[in-house]
């Protein structure tokens, strides 16, 4: 699966997947993360990224948000999981989590 990253002398893999329809005409695309060694407890983030050529005759497209997925986000997203309760190393339940555009974490409650 995916990408390796260390966050803290951790090593994950990561791997985001395609577009996803929201409402209101938002878009999410799905972040995956787990343990390196082994899949134990997975972690999955909601990121929201609107697509541009979806509004291009909208007009004012100022509400739409495009967010990169890079290294330093899913690290930054890593470090907040695990003070929410992700336990990667462990075998347990996915997490779903949303991030919001502000930037906090938020657990999404029930099945989606």
């Not at 949303?98 to 999404?108: C, I, K, T």
Request: without cysteine.
């Amino acid at each position: 699966m995916g990408r390796l990253l260390t966050v803290n002398g951790v090593s994950y893999r990561w791997s985001l997947r395609g577009r996803h329809d929201g409402p209101e005409g938002t878009s999410w695309r799905l972040l995956t993360v787990v343990w390196a060694e082994a899949t134990r407890q997975v972690l999955h983030v909601r990121v929201r990224h609107d697509d541009p050529w979806l509004h291009v005759n909208d007009g004012d497209m100022s509400g739409l948000v495009t967010r990169d997925v890079g290294p330093g986000l899913v690290a930054r997203v890593v470090e907040m999981a695990w003070g929410l309760g992700w336990a990667p190393l462990e075998r347990g339940p996915t997490l779903t989590f949303v991030l919001e555009d502000d930037a906090r974490l938020v657990p999404v409650s029930g099945p989606r």
